[in-house]
């Protein structure tokens, strides 16, 4: 046996032992949860809270703009909503200024226009500062969500320790083509296993940005923190939805899911779109890991041992495999064992996942292993030392928008003029109408 094959082999057996007992321990604990809240029709509507609805749109499409604000508009709930769209600084402007139209009759809805792109981030909290819900929702631009999402999610709001809670995501674009199907697979098992399992222990690493609910209270002690994050010096304005989830654990708050709360997203459906967006993802992972190291202890072990799977076992899949490829080219001979281990685990999982999902179609996520081993595990190494790199990729950074005029004809839109503080607080926002 040569020095390659003893560490493909190595590797890849390590990598399957941890697997297994991660994956073993996650399906347990992913397990429903028996018992139930009551239900918010059932509470006098003036005790209910509060909630604010912020939507940040970027270039939206008109078309899916009006569907994710139709259904925010057809939210059944007993409680005083409030839906802030957030336009930060768009470059299609023109084109959906016709959804902001049909919607400036509901007084539930107010439009909010950046002078130019600041960044999701601070679109957030332009609404937050105008807004003052007990509690925040938001939902991205290109997301519908069912009509008893907000319902569902201020229900486990209920319990004052819980500072952030998230629904259950899905591609509304599933039937687009094969990559939209296995996406849409990815996020099942990303909120049925992982999220499932970490809600456990009300610790939920990462409260998805298409749907997720805060208290205010709770996220107006950490706004500073959220709103300044830094990396080696530099601003770093992607991964909002983690790191302010991280933040929640930090100051002592619980982080929830909730699997009744299904909000449809669009994914993407090109490869090279799927890449960057992985990218941008492995790299807001990598940056608050370490902020999140020193609260595993105070949790359960098996949050400590999702933290190791989720960055140890892809080093150990990315050194079997490199060491594989190797040996083949040098050789001329197939890892067979490599292959076997992987194949088997990957038929293992899909068929757990066709099982607990009840859906037959999960067999065939088998061939996102190709697209994990040879483009994403890759990528995720790229991503590992380009850390210190902010660009969106997709979406471009700092775009100037168009002017907006001051005079506005619709009553309840307001021009938001975004100025840096003298005091060296960051951006400081003055609202007009």
Not at 73 to 88: C, F, N, S
Not at 102 to 112: A, G, I, K, N
Not at 208 to 231: F, I, V
Request: net charge neutral; with cysteine; hydrophobic share 45%.
């Amino acid at each position: 046996m040569t020095l390659l094959e003893t560490i493909g082999i190595a590797a890849v057996t390590l990598h399957a032992l941890l697997s297994a007992i991660y994956k073993s321990m996650q399906a347990f604990y992913a397990r429903k949860a028996s018992g139930s809240q009551p239900r918010s029709k059932d509470i006098d509507p003036a005790a209910l809270p509060s909630v604010d609805i912020i939507v940040p749109c970027f270039n939206e499409d008109p078309a899916i703009l009006s569907a994710c604000l139709s259904s925010l508009a057809g939210q059944d709930y007993g409680g005083k909503l409030r839906i802030y769209m957030v336009d930060d600084g768009s470059c299609n402007r023109e084109a959906i200024l016709p959804v902001h139209d049909f919607y400036t009759s509901d007084p539930r809805f107010e439009f909010l226009l950046l002078s130019k792109n600041f960044g999701k981030r601070k679109a957030q909290i332009a609404a937050i500062e105008r807004s003052c819900g007990d509690l925040i929702l938001n939902v991205d631009s290109d997301t519908s969500i069912a009509s008893d999402v907000v319902t569902l999610l201020v229900e486990k709001m209920r319990d004052s320790d819980v500072g952030a809670a998230m629904g259950q995501l899905k591609a509304s674009n599933r039937d687009k083509n094969l990559l939209t199907r296995l996406i849409d697979m990815e996020y099942w098992l990303a909120c049925n296993d992982e999220r499932a399992a970490q809600a456990r222990f009300g610790a939920v690493m990462c409260c998805c940005g298409p749907c997720a609910m805060y208290r205010r209270s709770a996220l107006l002690l950490l706004l500073d923190q959220y709103q300044t994050q830094l990396y080696r010096g530099k601003p770093s304005d992607f991964g909002e939805d983690r790191h302010l989830t991280i933040l929640m654990l930090s100051a002592g708050f619980r982080t929830e899911y909730v699997p009744e709360a299904i909000a449809k997203t669009v994914v993407p459906d090109r490869m090279g779109s799927y890449l960057r967006q992985q990218l941008r993802w492995a790299r807001s992972t990598f940056r608050d890991t370490l902020l999140a190291l020193p609260l595993l202890p105070s949790h359960n072990r098996f949050l400590t041992l999702d933290a190791i799977h989720q960055n140890i076992g892809p080093l150990l899949l990315a050194v079997s495999s490199a060491t594989g490829i190797t040996q083949f080219i040098l050789t001329a001979t197939v890892p067979g064992w490599t292959i076997i281990i992987i194949a088997s685990m990957t038929m293992v999982r899909c068929s757990v996942a066709a099982y607990r999902a009840r859906q037959i179609r999960f067999l065939a996520f088998s061939l996102h292993t190709l697209i994990n081993l040879f483009m994403l595990i890759p990528l995720k190494g790229f991503a590992l030392l380009t850390l210190s790199n902010s660009d969106w990729l997709s979406r471009g950074s700092t775009t100037d928008g168009p002017a907006i005029a001051e005079s506005n004809a619709a009553s309840n839109e307001a021009e938001i003029v975004a100025s840096e503080s003298p005091f060296g607080g960051g951006t400081s926002w003055r609202f007009r109408r």
